[in-house]
Each structure stands twice: as structure tokens, then as C-alpha cells.
T-cell receptor, first 114, second 115 residues
Framework: GENVEQHPSTLSVQEGDSAVIKCTYS??????FPWYKQELGKRPQLIID?????GEKKDQRIAVTLNKTAKHFSLHITETQPEDSAVYFC?????????????FGTGTRLTIIP | DGGITQSPKYLFRKEGQNVTLSCEQN?????MYWYRQDPGQGLRLIYY???????QKGDIAEGYSVSREKKESFPLTVTSAQKNPTAFYLC??????????????FGPGTRLTVT
């Protein structure tokens, strides 16, 4: 089955600086890679996703890049703000193959230092 | 999202007792999922269901059981066979069509404590 590794487990950055979280996956057939944000005491919510036919996707201050050859993908947050403090999870799945399920990374706790 | 409810928010049980966690949705989504969240281990899939009357084991199904008799409901039973049941349990749904068909929507979760 799929295995997703996520690094780092914790990350602290100064407000206004950029943050990068990296994930690797093992199943070369995985073709869908979402990122979820979980604020303290709240449920995870999708913030951005990318499919394997795209190398990069951007939405305002967040972007995701995908390297299919190396089987890794990354989340980039620019101009970080205090409200970016949360736990971020990457995930991977084989969409459109039936029995679609996400395999999550272990999470990164991001702290923005004012 | 408001369309997924999990009850109760906190649940306490004695060791050796079975307990059922509720998950109800009004999003008309076909697929439903149960995850367990432990510190430092991310979200691990317990069971999932793509359609009514059908479900599959996830990565950590041992000690758990589910049913999917209605589209709106996907209850999870934590049995006495589950060695470490204390955890935060999250239910999720996924639509079957449209732009958002790949997104999973999570419920608010149930924190189960077994002593």
C-alpha cells in the first residue's frame, strides 16, 4: 500500500517569512495530493490540492509543487501570518481507480512567531 | 463542515466495553470514512464505505466494526478487542461528482477515553 512520509514534524518561522513542508510517497500510481490544515481543536480542512498531470499550483500565499519522478511534493506558504499556525497534513491517493482512499502523512506543526 | 455531525464530542468508557460512535451527514455524499488521530501519527484510516451496504477495511481495522445501512449514517463500533482505543476519532465524507469530488470533508470528531 501507499506510504507517505512528511517532514519536518515541527517548524517555527518568523512572521512574514516563508515555510516549506515536504512529503514523499511510495506508490507511483498515486495521482492526487491534497494538503489539509488543522487548527487547534478544529477539524482538518482542505487548503490546496494537486493532481499528477500538474507540476505546480498556487492559491494566493500558498503553493504546492509536485515532482512525479522523485515522488515528492511540497507545500509552500509565503508571507506567513499568525493565523497560519496549525498542523498541516499531506496526503496521497489513487483517484479514479476505485476504492479511493487517502493516505496521510504524520503532520507538521507550524508555529508563526510574531 | 456543518453537514457532518459526530456525537458525542467526548466519550468515556470502561475497559472491556464496546462503544459506538455516531457519524451522520446531510451532504448527500456517497463515500464515508473513519479515521483515528493520535499525537505524532497523523490520520490513520480505520474503515471506509463507497456506497450503502458496502464497506472496506482501512489500515487499522482490527478491533473496530462498522455498518452502512443508510447513506446518511456510518457508525463505528470500538470493540473490547481494540488494544488502545483512547484516541480522537474523525468521520469524513466525499462527494461523487463535480469539482469537489476528491475533497474529503471532516466532522468535528469524538474524543474517546477508555480507562
Amino acid at each position: 500500500g501507499e506510504n507517505v512520509e512528511q517532514h519536518p514534524s515541527t517548524l517555527s518561522v518568523q512572521e512574514g517569512d516563508s515555510a516549506v513542508i515536504k512529503c514523499t510517497y511510495s506508490d507511483s500510481a498515486s495521482n492526487y495530493f491534497p494538503w489539509y490544515k488543522q487548527e487547534l481543536g478544529k477539524r482538518p480542512q482542505l487548503i490546496i490540492d494537486i493532481r499528477s498531470n500538474v507540476g505546480e499550483k498556487k492559491d494566493q500565499r500558498i503553493a504546492v509543487t509536485l515532482n512525479k519522478t522523485a515522488k515528492h511534493f511540497s507545500l509552500h506558504i509565503t508571507e506567513t501570518q499568525p493565523e497560519d499556525s496549525a498542523v498541516y497534513f499531506c496526503a496521497a491517493s489513487r483517484e479514479n481507480f476505485g476504492n479511493e482512499k487517502l493516505t496521510f502523512g504524520t503532520g507538521t506543526r507550524l508555529t508563526i512567531i510574531p | 463542515d456543518g453537514g457532518i455531525t459526530q456525537s458525542p464530542k467526548y466519550l468515556f468508557r470502561k475497559e472491556g466495553q464496546n462503544v459506538t460512535l455516531s457519524c451522520e451527514q446531510n451532504l448527500n455524499h456517497d463515500a464515508m470514512y473513519w479515521y483515528r488521530q493520535d499525537p505524532g501519527q497523523g490520520l490513520r484510516l480505520i474503515y471506509y464505505s463507497q456506497i450503502v451496504n458496502d464497506f472496506q477495511k482501512g489500515d487499522i481495522a482490527e478491533g473496530y466494526s462498522v455498518s452502512r445501512e443508510k447513506k446518511e449514517s456510518f457508525p463505528l463500533t470500538v470493540t473490547s478487542a481494540q488494544k488502545n482505543p483512547t484516541a480522537f476519532y474523525l468521520c469524513a465524507t466525499r462527494g461523487s461528482r463535480g469539482r469537489g469530488r476528491h475533497e474529503q470533508y471532516f466532522g468535528p470528531g469524538t474524543r474517546l477515553t477508555v480507562t
